[in-house]
């Protein structure tokens, strides 16, 4: 599996080799030494998520300010457009967006750090998404920024408006959200 930095250096893009022949394909979809050696850092993963949505589903921004979650996200079924968005306030890219198309076709995964807020929307009629994460989930800690923030400037592949959750229509602008040191 090879890394790529994306257009912000702490999210990485995993492209795995994929061997194909008349029976199927066959890839590692993960390697934990090789995962170190990339983010260059030991990672724990502790909990594996699976989700499943419907065309036009968007889910995100969604973060936690304590028991941050670095997460590696791939699509099982379908494609989704990936964001993270970074939360660091000391970080040069603070505030800045990077979003990355993610299917069963093209088999790319996407790590997201702790520190950066994610979300997804599903472009195919539906969706089945895997991601792993290091930390477990702390509902009392999650936050959620606004999907739609004009301060972030997302540039989400839709002219619709995606169909949210409850405590997604009510995330917070950036600039009013709890944020990272």
Same mark, same amino acid.
């Given at each position: 599996m090879m890394a790529?930095?994306?257009? $912000?250096?702490d999210v990485l893009i995993f492209q795995p080799t994929v061997h194909k022949d008349e029976r199927g394909f066959f890839f590692e979809s993960f390697n934990q030494k090789n995962f170190d050696d990339a983010v260059g850092r030991k990672a724990r993963f502790v909990q594996d998520n699976h989700a499943h949505s419907g065309k036009g589903v968007l889910r995100g921004l969604h973060y936690q300010v304590k028991q941050p979650q670095g997460k590696l996200i791939r699509? $099982?079924?379908g494609e989704i457009f990936d964001v993270a968005v970074d939360l660091r306030r000391s970080s040069p890219t603070f505030g800045k967006w990077v979003g990355v198309a993610l299917s069963e076709e093209n088999k790319k995964q996407v790590w997201v750090p702790e520190g950066f807020a994610h979300g997804y929307l599903v472009l195919s009629e539906t969706a089945?998404? $895997?991601?792993?994460?290091t930390d477990y989930y702390a509902p009392e800690h999650e936050r959620v920024v606004m999907w739609n923030d004009p301060g972030v400037g997302i540039s989400w592949p839709t002219e619709n408006v995606p169909i949210l959750s409850a405590k997604d229509r009510l995330g917070l602008p950036l600039a009013k959200a709890e944020v990272f040191a």
């Open positions: 790529a930095p994306s257009a $912000l250096p699509v $099982l079924r089945a998404i $895997l991601y792993k994460v």
